[in-house]
């Protein structure tokens, strides 16, 4: 006969069986009450949920690296409040040209030595031009020929330059919605929340996985990250990997000085950000020079498992890759192994 549970394990092993349930279930019709919903869990609860669903996609002790080059920095038409790239503001930030195809490489080269297994090339573009992509294109080829995944965000796209960096060898195309689509309003008025979606439309339609996410921090409410979740969640198809930034505060930037987010707050939307996309990795992006490890150790529990290595993201400053490995070593965790060819999924 079967002994009965102690009523506590009984009710552990319970809520296992309801995370189990829910592992299969990919959703894409959330509806944003249940978004809010989740942002008003107890903290213990949301994190508890949503490292089950972690643990019954990805292996919780695996974190992806990637590496972020500015491949050209600065001199950026667009107004986003948050950024130094904009030649509206007066950051000091050095202009650089595009780079050339062989520093690329190198660059990438290097990488791949640290054991980062995605690069990731960047442009400071509100879209890039023929000659550009043409340009661009052939890093794309060359990193890909090292084997390593690729991505690129370079501004909004049509469906014909998307499906030309796809022909490339592009795996990836980041293109963050930033916030909520009411607030978006407040710190970018060069574009609209529209223009972004039909980048994202146009990388679909070419073929390419998208990398979409937003940023913490800005001023915005928790209605604001509940709707920017719900979103990226619904969207036809969830994003493959979901950046989740902590605003860095630049100065000479409109939003130098903004009140510090609750570092709670920041783990708590990664949590809810696994929960509604439970098979996207999830990056713990921009922002992390200015989180504990205890911080960033939650964040990892709540579901984060992609990260950028390297000193610099794009033009603002990232911890050095010796304090990424040493703080991966004392959570017992390590890189995520390469893809194959044969990964399918996850592969080109
Ligand atoms: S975030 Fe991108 S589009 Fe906006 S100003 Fe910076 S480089 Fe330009």
Known sequence: MQERLPRRLAAVLHADVAVETQCDAIRTDWVLAEVQALFAEPF?????RAHGLHRSWFDPTEVQISTLLSIKTGACPEDCAYCPQSIRYDTGLKDEPLMSVDEVVLHARAARERGATRFCMGAAYRSPKTRQLEQIAAMIAAVSDL????CATLGMLSVEQAERLKRAG????????????????????????QDRLDTLQAVRDAGLKVCCGGII????????????LHTLATLPEHPGSVPINQLVQVEGTPLHGMEPLDPLEFVRTIAVARILMPRSHVRLSAGRTEMSDE???LCFFAGANSIFYGDKLLTTDNPDVTRDQDLLARLGMRPEAAKTATDGEERR
């Open 295 to 297: 911080m960033q150790a």
């Open 147 to 150: 084997g390593m995944e690729t």
């Open 44 to 48: 213990s609860n949301l994190l508890y």
């Open 217 to 228: 921090g800005m001023g915005e409410t928790v209605q604001d990250r509940a709707e920017l």
């Open 170 to 193: 592009l795996d990836y195309y980041n293109h963050n919605l930033d916030s909520s689509e009411s607030y978006y309003r407040k710190i970018i008025t060069t574009r609209c929340y």
